[in-house]
């Protein structure tokens, strides 16, 4: 059984940081993209960042760019993101996902975590 398991949401002032990290089982996790997405209240799931299997290529949705930074390790079945100067539209549950034979680009993707909440508010 596959498991993707979030963990590091929480609240955050706007301007601050924090780091979201994804736990995988039950996959071959160095054979699968991965991937970030999130969803706000009242709208639609949206690609964050995405990850090469060997974490040597990676993509960014613009509004993160600069900002968020994603990373993988493979020893671990460990997926990383990395955010900073965090913005109050940052707002949304953050999903971890996993796509056997292409690259995450939208919510076309194999396998879902079951959210972490991240809230940034003063």
């Known amino acids: 059984q596959v498991r993707l398991v979030e963990s590091g949401g929480g609240l955050v002032q706007p301007g601050g940081s924090l780091s979201l990290s994804c736990a995988a089982s039950?996959?071959?996790?160095?054979?699968?993209?991965m991937g970030w997405l999130r969803q706000a209240p009242g709208k639609a799931r949206e690609f964050v960042a995405g990850i090469g299997r060997n974490g040597d290529t990676t993509d960014y949705a613009d509004s993160v760019a600069g900002r968020f930074t994603i990373s993988r390790d493979n020893a671990k079945s460990t997926m990383y993101l990395q955010m900073n100067s965090l913005k109050p539209d940052d707002t949304a549950v953050y999903y971890c996902v996993a796509r056997r034979f292409e690259p995450v680009k939208d919510t076309s993707v194999n396998y879902w975590g079951q959210g972490a909440q991240v809230t940034v508010s003063s």
């Open positions: 039950g996959l071959s996790f160095h054979n699968y993209f």
